[in-house]
């Protein structure tokens, strides 16, 4: 087994445009050289439309995963920013919401989702009542989904309340469950401290994946991959000392027409980083 095989690289949805089938979001997927694709359900109605679909629905894409011969994994679950856990407006809706997601990815053989670290963000401030509400939303929430085996795991946000692997793990040891993880954005947290590698140090054991995302001071998404801040071998080292196996690409189509091209060059890109971290490992 090379070393290339000990590692698997999902690719983040919207990297691909929207108006694509799931069977051609797979084709590119798998062709460009990923592991799997990691389901957006984002604020779209769209998006999470698909939170009430069939059992029918879901059997078709579970078809088109096993035609094509690539599988959905992982959910990133943005929706929580517009019904986030800490809302006194949104609990009822945010707390359903949650409790949708983690039926869904139960039948979709989905076994992580990606939380959001907000506890509030468009109409309310954060303060001690909002991430109170949080944290007790959120314990509720990983034990219905530790009774239906889906692990959740927080997100490194680009908001001050959860912008460290440090300050999801106080989530973590405050739930103190199997089921509620890390799943932080490297790109979030090169925003947020100088010591990338010393906050990943503060997640040891508790990371489920990560994010590999393109940053630049202040500006969090649509990055192009080696053009921004992120030191992308030094984070791989880290997390791959803590036996970190699982990553996804994050990063967006925003209407290039040689899309595919550049989501077949993404895909070499972090294998280019994955071979300059075991030279450091």
Known sequence: MGFKDTYRIGIYEKAVPVELTWEERLTVAKEAGFDYIEMSIDETDMRMSRLNWTDEQIYELLEAQKKVGLPIETICFSAQRKYPLGSKKWEREAKELLEK????????????????????????????????????????????????????????????????????????????????????DIGNISNATKDVVGDIITGKGHIAAAHLKETVPGKFREIPYGTGQVDFPAAIVQLYKQGIRRYVAEFWYTGEENWKEIVRKNRIFLDEQFAKAKELL
């Open 101 to 184: 997601c983690v039926l869904f990815a139960r039948k979709m053989g989905i076994r992580i989702i990606q939380t959001q670290g907000y506890d509030c963000y468009y109409e309310e401030t954060s303060n001690e009542e909002t991430k109170e509400r949080f944290y007790r939303n959120l314990e509720e929430g990983t034990m219905f989904a530790a009774s239906h085996g889906v692990m959740l795991a927080m997100e490194t946000m680009e908001n001050d309340f959860m912008n460290t692997v440090e300050k999801a793990m106080y989530a973590v040891n405050r739930v103190n469950s199997p089921y509620l993880q890390v799943y932080p």
